[in-house]
T-cell receptor, first 117, second 109 residues
Framework: GAVVSQHPSWVICKSGTSVKIECRSL??????MFWYRQFPKQSLMLMAT?????????EQGVEKDKFLINHASLTLSTLTVTSAHPEDSSFYIC?????????????FGPGTRLTVL | SQQGEEDPQALSIQEGENATMNCSYK?????LQWYRQNSGRGLVHLIL?????REKHSGRLRVTLDTSKKSSSLLITASRAADTASYFC?????????FGQGTELSVKP
């Protein structure tokens, strides 16, 4: 149980295009999902917290108009990188937390590697 | 930054030896978690220790937590080549996970 999937697992796009990444909780309902970014040889940096049915909360320094997050259902959150540029190339990882208890464990997706040419 | 610190940044040991990684953080926490990440892959959850716990074991893993010093350690005993990976601590701060910088462990056969 507690499986989180991401799609696609990798994507290559041209500079200026937009890319959508999906994060799904397969066997549980996730009131809250999180999006992280990881550059090579670095740690995960929390980008935003996504609550079902409400606007995402972005961490300081993360542009909300650049990284659009939609959490339209209890099992799906999407991250859209708009007008992607080479500096947006990174490993994007989502996590999902079951229910509304903030003490619940988060479950991580396998990540999406974005390469912007 | 709320990000925690880990040391060492890199650790190279021989198979069979023990590996110890340390993590320090800055704010109050609900719990602290350790994760493993193989190169280019997702995270694997290893162990969670709550703020009112001091030590926890899981197989060859031993985690300690000292909230007065805001620090934790992960000990891997009798290491194996398959333990080669990056290890991250993450503190639960109000429901958000804040990751440490990670330790890159290399276990040589």
């Amino acid at each position: 149980g507690a499986v989180v999937s991401q799609h696609p697992s990798w994507v290559i796009c041209k500079s200026g295009t937009s890319v959508k990444i999906e994060c799904r909780s397969l066997d549980f309902q996730a009131t809250t999902m999180f999006w992280y970014r990881q550059f090579p040889k670095q740690s995960l940096m929390l980008m935003a917290t996504s609550n079902e049915g409400s606007k995402a909360t972005y961490e300081q320094g993360v542009e909300k108009d650049k990284f659009l997050i939609n959490h339209a259902s209890l099992t799906l959150s999407t991250l859209t990188v708009t007008s992607a540029h080479p500096e947006d190339s990174s490993f994007y990882i989502c996590s999902a937390r079951p229910g509304g208890n903030s003490y619940n464990e988060q479950f991580f997706g396998p990540g999406t590697r974005l390469t912007v040419l | 930054s709320q990000q925690g610190e880990e040391d060492p940044q890199a650790l190279s040991i021989q198979e069979g030896e023990n590996a110890t990684m340390n993590c320090s953080y800055k704010t109050s926490i609900n719990n602290l978690q350790w994760y493993r990440q193989n190169s280019g892959r997702g995270l694997v959850h290893l162990i969670l220790i709550r703020s009112n716990e001091r030590e926890k074991h899981s197989g060859r893993l031993r985690v300690t937590l000292d909230t007065s010093k805001k620090s934790s350690s992960l000990l891997i005993t009798a290491s194996r080549a398959a333990d080669t990976a990056s290890y991250f601590c993450a503190t639960d701060q109000g429901g958000k996970l804040i990751f440490g910088q990670g330790t890159e462990l290399s276990v040589k056969p």
